[in-house]
């Protein structure tokens, strides 16, 4: 990240503010719901979980990164993005660019820029770029030039993203994301998700954004949403072998 933000620098100059997730100091998530049922505000961290939120919300850009742990995303990344499952449900960041980084000593980096790209995604993020490295091989020359050539190119790409500022068009598994969430949300009546989808007119839409959709994916995402509707209503769903 701090490579990244170095090339950034060097491109145009950007005021970056790191957050280290361990100095939060916040507990585990206990999976109350109060941010769900209630709003954002009812989370018993939200002290530290707010202001972390306002920051987020005024950046133009987002960077998400975690070293890799077990093959995956480190506790403490999860427990933080856990913090943030409201978010999913009422997103807001559109328009808003993102790049995801993971450092390993050898491998997983994909299960974790998979994790947190598609976060990113959920928040309403474009993610631009992703990043991995692997700590192991940060002393050796070929290494080290191949990693600043892709930092190299993410800054660029960032940068690049956040000055034209136009919303991204969605992929396919973006849409079916968008339908998963908006076939939930009709069966919210009378909760803050729902009152969010309403006022945004999202519960009829075919994505939250009004941004060109490649039509095929369009129709295959419409048809899909319909039969997992069905489905829910008639119990139809079978548990997960
Ligand atoms: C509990 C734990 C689990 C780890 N699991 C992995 C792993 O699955 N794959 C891997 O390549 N590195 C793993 N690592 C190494 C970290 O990714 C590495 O320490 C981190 O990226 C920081 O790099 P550095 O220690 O060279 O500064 C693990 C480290 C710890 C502490």
């Given at each position: 990240?701090?490579?990244?933000?170095?090339?950034?620098?060097?491109?145009?100059?950007?005021?970056?503010?790191?957050?280290?997730?361990?100095?939060?100091?916040?507990?585990?998530?206990?999976?109350?719901?109060?941010?769900?049922n209630i709003g954002e505000s009812s989370c018993p961290e939200y002290a530290?979980?707010?202001?972390?939120?306002?920051?987020?919300?005024?950046?133009?850009?987002?960077?998400?990164?975690?070293?890799?742990?077990?093959?995956?995303?480190?506790?403490?990344?999860?427990?933080?993005?856990?913090?943030?499952?409201?978010?999913?449900?009422?997103?807001?960041?559109?328009?808003?660019?993102?790049?995801?980084?993971?450092?390993?000593?050898?491998?997983?980096?994909?299960?974790?820029?998979?994790?947190?790209?598609?976060?990113?995604?959920?928040?309403?993020?474009?993610?631009?770029?992703?990043?991995?490295?692997?700590?192991?091989?940060?002393?050796?020359?070929?290494?080290?030039?191949?990693?600043?050539?892709?930092?190299?190119?993410?800054?660029?790409?960032?940068?690049?993203?956040?000055?034209?500022?136009?919303?991204?068009?969605?992929?396919?598994?973006?849409?079916?994301?968008?339908?998963?969430?908006?076939?939930?949300?009709?069966?919210?009546?009378?909760?803050?998700?729902?009152?969010?989808?309403?006022?945004?007119?999202?519960?009829?839409?075919?994505?939250?954004?009004?941004?060109?959709?490649?039509?095929?994916?369009?129709?295959?995402?419409?048809?899909?949403?319909?039969?997992?509707?069905?489905?829910?209503?008639?119990?139809?769903?079978?548990?997960?072998?």
């Amino acid at each position: 990240m701090r490579i990244i933000e170095a090339k950034m620098q060097a491109i145009h100059p950007v005021d970056v503010e790191y957050i280290f997730v361990q100095r939060l100091n916040i507990p585990f998530c206990d999976g109350c719901l109060e941010c769900i049922n209630i709003g954002e505000s009812s989370c018993p961290e939200y002290a530290t979980i707010g202001p972390v939120a306002q920051k987020m919300d005024e950046a133009d850009g987002l960077m998400l990164g975690s070293p890799i742990h077990t093959f995956n995303i480190t506790g403490l990344m999860k427990n933080f993005v856990e913090y943030f499952m409201y978010k999913r449900n009422r997103p807001s960041f559109f328009g808003k660019k993102a790049v995801v980084t993971a450092t390993a000593s050898g491998g997983g980096h994909t299960v974790v820029l998979d994790f947190l790209e598609q976060t990113a995604n959920a928040w309403g993020c474009d993610v631009v770029a992703r990043a991995g490295i692997s700590s192991t091989q940060t002393k050796k020359p070929k290494y080290i030039e191949r990693m600043h050539e892709v930092a190299e190119d993410v800054a660029q790409t960032f940068v690049t993203e956040i000055r034209k500022g136009e919303l991204g068009s969605p992929k396919f598994r973006h849409l079916m994301n968008f339908r998963a969430m908006q076939n939930m949300t009709r069966n919210q009546q009378g909760s803050p998700n729902h009152r969010y989808w309403v006022e945004r007119d999202w519960l009829d839409a075919e994505y939250y954004t009004k941004v060109p959709i490649n039509p095929l994916a369009r129709l295959m995402a419409g048809y899909i949403a319909r039969k997992m509707r069905k489905g829910i209503r008639k119990g139809n769903q079978k548990p997960y072998r």
